[in-house]
């Protein structure tokens, strides 16, 4: 690789539509494009049984291991490939196997508090939040961690009102001050298509 890849950041809240943006964006720019999830660093918790993982607080910042995810990202961004865990939500579990991730020219680093640690944010090239309403973001997460995540209703609106929101209001909605851009309702088809605009420019180079 002639130069260091070019790191974008996505944050915003659950359901704001991040991994959607970021979906988006890698489907249309292809293999040029490597997407990491910041879920992938929640702590390992193996050494909790499953009753005391769900009570775990996965929205305060300390649920992450940042240093595995500022080291890895540096490794990224100097052309070195990685070993990146992966996460099994339904289990709140980090799963044993990791998977080798190769650098590409454009890195995005996608989840909620991507925009929380100055070792993250100081890697970044160009810093995106992505604001959604939050009655719109719990219908979606309801939604998705039934569907997706093996939830039931009764313990998604149990964890939003105990952590997930509280948390968003005191650690992820201040980040947004550190963005250079904020895409309103998640996936905005405008938003989008100047953000695939700006990656293949640099792309292209
Ligand atoms: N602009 C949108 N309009 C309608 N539904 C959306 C939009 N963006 C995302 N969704 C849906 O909302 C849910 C949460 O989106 P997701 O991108 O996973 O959010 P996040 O990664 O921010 O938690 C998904 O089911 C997704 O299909
Ligand atoms: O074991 C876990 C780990 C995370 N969560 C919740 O996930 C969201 C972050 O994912 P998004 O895709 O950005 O919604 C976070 O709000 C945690 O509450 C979980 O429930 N269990």
Same mark, same amino acid.
């Given at each position: 690789m002639d130069r260091?890849p070019?790191?974008i950041?996505i944050?915003?809240g659950?359901?704001?539509g991040?991994?959607t943006?970021a979906r988006e964006?890698?489907?249309s720019?292809? %293999?040029?494009?490597?997407m990491?999830?910041?879920d992938?660093y @929640?702590?390992?918790l193996s050494h909790l049984?499953?009753?005391? /993982? +769900?009570?775990?607080n996965?929205?305060?910042?300390s649920a992450?291991e940042?240093?595995l995810?500022a080291?890895q990202?540096?490794t990224?961004?100097?052309?070195e490939?990685?070993?990146?865990?992966?996460?099994?939500?339904?289990?709140h579990?980090?799963?044993?196997e990791?998977v080798?991730?190769e650098?590409s020219a454009?890195i995005?680093?996608?989840?909620?508090?991507?925009?929380?640690d %100055?070792?993250i944010t100081?890697?970044l090239?160009?810093?995106? @939040?992505?604001e959604?309403?939050?009655?719109v973001?719990?219908l /979606? +997460?309801?939604r998705?961690d039934?569907v997706?995540?093996?939830r039931?209703l009764?313990g998604v609106?149990e964890?939003?009102l105990?952590?997930?929101?509280?948390?968003?209001?005191q650690?992820?909605?201040?980040?947004?001050k550190r963005?250079d851009i904020?895409?309103?309702?998640g996936?905005?088809?405008?938003?989008?298509d100047?953000?695939q605009e700006?990656?293949?420019?640099?792309?292209?180079?």
């Open positions: 260091s070019y790191a950041g944050a915003g659950t359901g704001a991040k991994t943006v964006l890698t489907e720019v292809g %293999e040029a494009v490597t990491i999830p910041l992938n @929640y702590e390992d049984d499953m009753d005391e /993982r +769900r009570e775990v996965y929205d305060h910042p992450f940042w240093d995810l080291e990202l540096e990224l961004l100097a052309g490939p990685i070993e990146m865990p992966q996460y099994d939500f339904e289990r579990l980090r799963k044993p990791r080798t991730v650098p454009v995005v680093l996608e989840g909620i508090l991507v925009l929380y %100055e070792r100081d890697q090239d160009l810093k995106v @939040y992505v959604t309403d939050a009655d973001r719990i /979606r +997460r309801i998705r039934v997706e995540r093996g039931d009764e609106i964890q939003y105990s952590t997930v929101k509280p948390m968003h209001e650690f992820v909605e201040p980040t947004k963005a904020i895409i309103p309702e996936a905005n088809r405008t938003a989008v100047l953000l700006k990656v293949e420019g640099e792309i292209e180079g």
